[in-house]
């Protein structure tokens, strides 16, 4: 019976390391996702800004595309 609460205390602890360690890995994994996603919202960022200018550039210069062509 001894043997029997030594081996299940045992089965548990064992399987709590494994779930701290899974836990540890996990938060690795979250943290090492944040700066890959960080890294790619700094790529991409920039460039509605740089629609937004050509889309500026376009419509100023349309009306007089549009005079040249008529």
Same mark, same amino acid.
């Given at each position: 019976?001894?043997?029997?609460?030594?081996? *299940?205390? @045992?089965?548990?602890?064992?399987?709590? &390391?494994?779930?701290?360690?899974?836990? =540890? $890995?996990?938060?690795?994994?979250?943290?090492?996702?944040?700066?890959?996603?960080?890294? *790619?919202? @700094?790529?991409?960022?920039?460039?509605? &800004?740089?629609?937004?200018?050509?889309? =500026? $550039?376009?419509?100023?210069?349309?009306?007089?595309?549009?005079?040249?062509?008529?």
């Amino acid at each position: 019976m001894a043997t029997d609460k030594a081996a *299940r205390a @045992n089965r548990w602890s064992h399987a709590v &390391r494994q779930l701290e360690a899974m836990a =540890g $890995e996990i938060r690795v994994q979250l943290h090492l996702g944040g700066m890959e996603l960080r890294e *790619r919202w @700094n790529a991409l960022e920039p460039r509605p &800004r740089h629609a937004g200018t050509a889309v =500026g $550039e376009v419509t100023d210069s349309a009306p007089e595309e549009l005079v040249d062509r008529t």
